[in-house]
């Protein structure tokens, strides 16, 4: 059973500029989400695909887009970047029917806009 | 409003030695759930313990348990035996009703293990 994956580790992006993140889900899973984490704070709710449509989103703006592919594997698209867009970008996969609701995390995708 | 506090925001405990992490939440809806996620300077959220608002036991996962008061809105984690290893940032977080998969994550709390 493979674990979450993300892409790529680190990236370096100026202001204005747009930028694709990638996240593998753990096997069987068909649902997932995107976290920001600010430096020094909890992640926050970006929003959820399931069977590849979105599933609820947080407070985020609509230049953050996602996509979910029929194996599952998702995308995270923020156009127009923001020198606060700086952060931990986590993907999180769960199965459904679980009472737990137990979320496997990516390792993450630090992203610094400059 | 902030749906997770979580008070403290570093602790030092020795090796050995059992540590209480703080978590109060706010939330209006009969049914949901906590959990606990630890996050080691890599950056990974590891899973550690999960309490549903019906379950009528605290949990409890190996050296980690929750201390459940649903009454006072407060889960606070125990981590019994500290080891060197649990030195890391944890943090509390809530799902509320039936909105699978959508955490809303307190401030954290950073922990360092002393020998």
């Known amino acids: 059973e493979t674990g979450v994956t993300q892409s790529p580790t680190h990236l370096i992006k100026t202001r204005g500029q747009q930028v694709t993140l990638r996240c593998s889900s753990q096997s069987g899973h068909n649902t997932v989400s995107w976290y920001q984490q600010a430096l020094g704070q909890g992640p926050q709710f970006i929003f959820q695909y399931y069977r590849e449509e979105e599933n609820g989103r947080g407070n985020f703006p609509p230049r953050f887009s996602g996509l979910q592919f029929p194996n599952y594997s998702s995308e995270l698209n923020v156009n127009a970047l923001e020198l606060d867009d700086s952060a931990l970008y986590l993907c999180?996969?769960?199965?459904?029917?679980?009472?737990?609701?137990?979320?496997?995390f990516g390792p993450g995708t630090r992203l610094t806009v400059t | 409003a902030q749906k997770i506090t979580q008070t403290q925001p570093g602790m030092f405990v020795q090796e050995k030695e059992a540590v209480t992490l703080d978590c109060t939440y706010d939330?209006?809806?009969?049914?949901?759930?906590l959990f606990w996620y630890k996050q080691p300077s890599s950056g990974e959220m590891i899973f550690l313990i999960y309490q549903g608002s019906y379950d009528q036991q605290n949990a409890t996962e190996g050296r980690y348990s929750l201390n459940f008061q649903k009454a006072r809105k407060s889960a606070n984690l125990v981590i019994s035996a500290s080891q060197l290893g649990d030195s890391a940032m944890y943090f509390c977080?809530?799902?509320?009703?039936?909105?699978?998969?959508?955490?809303?994550f307190g401030a954290g709390t950073q922990v360092v293990v002393t020998p």
């Open positions: 977080a809530m799902r509320e009703g039936a909105s699978w998969g959508k955490l809303q």
């Open positions: 999180a996969s769960s199965g459904e029917g679980t009472q737990k609701d137990e979320q496997y």
């Open positions: 939330t209006s809806d009969p049914s949901y759930g």
